[in-house]
């Protein structure tokens, strides 16, 4: 199975602080990785698709980027609306396999 | 409106059985393969398994963790997808969530309790 380490486990930054989130899987996934926002009670919400694509309607503020094992998620100004956990998450076929989560909260 | 809706989730005992369904509405459902995740209290999310569509012979997958005690059916004429859940362990207490493949649609979950 395919593993992902997300990194790091949370993070205290202030408002309009960028920020970076980065995620590695343990073998070539190619561009097949989302990135999700998750807020306290609410299902997860797709941010970027495909590595690098915006999701519709998603600020663009948020950004991906990377391939092959290694890939970057970026808040370029974070906004109190961001404190939430940020899940990367590879779909090789079959299985989804998520990283353990970086909570953001604002310093 | 596009959405899903989870449904079936409660209180159960350990060695129980519990099916929560998953109702598809405003969008292709039979051409689409499903997922469940799963998240416990203060936890990650977890793949549970995932079922496909008819055009791939419905063809299922599961998690370690599940495979075997889990079942992901479907009804196309229904838009509903379904988790059978046996054999259940105190480990499997979450709120479970069904999602697309790719991720662009979740439900609200449906929290599932196993305990005595």
């Known amino acids: 199975d395919i593993q992902m380490t997300q990194s790091p486990s949370s993070l205290s930054a202030s408002v309009g602080d960028r920020v970076t989130i980065t995620c590695q899987a343990s073998?070539?996934?190619?561009?097949?990785l989302n990135w999700y926002q998750q807020k306290p009670g609410k299902a997860p919400k797709l941010l970027i698709y495909d590595a690098s694509n915006l999701e519709t309607g998603v600020p663009s503020r948020f950004s991906g980027s990377g391939s092959g094992t290694d890939f970057t998620f970026t808040i370029s100004s974070l906004q109190p609306e961001d404190i939430a956990t940020y899940y990367c998450q590879q779909y090789d076929n079959p299985a989804l396999t998520f990283g353990g989560g970086t909570k953001v909260e604002i310093k | 409106e596009v959405q899903l809706v989870e449904s079936g989730g409660g209180l159960v005992q350990p060695g129980g059985s519990l099916k929560l369904s998953c109702a598809a509405s405003g969008f292709t459902f039979s051409g689409s393969a499903m997922h469940w995740v799963r998240q416990a209290s203060g936890k990650g999310l977890e793949w549970v398994g995932r079922?496909?569509?008819?055009?791939?012979?419905?063809?299922?997958a599961y998690a370690a963790s599940v495979k075997g005690r889990f079942t992901i059916s479907r009804d196309d004429s229904k838009n509903t997808a379904y988790l059978q859940m046996n054999s259940l362990k105190t480990e499997d207490t979450a709120v479970y969530y069904c999602?697309?493949?790719?991720?662009?649609?979740w439900g609200q979950g449906t929290l599932v309790t196993v305990s005595s």
């Open positions: 079922i496909r569509s008819k055009a791939n012979s419905y063809a299922t």
């Open positions: 073998q070539d996934i190619s561009n097949y």
């Open positions: 999602t697309t493949s790719s991720g662009w649609l």
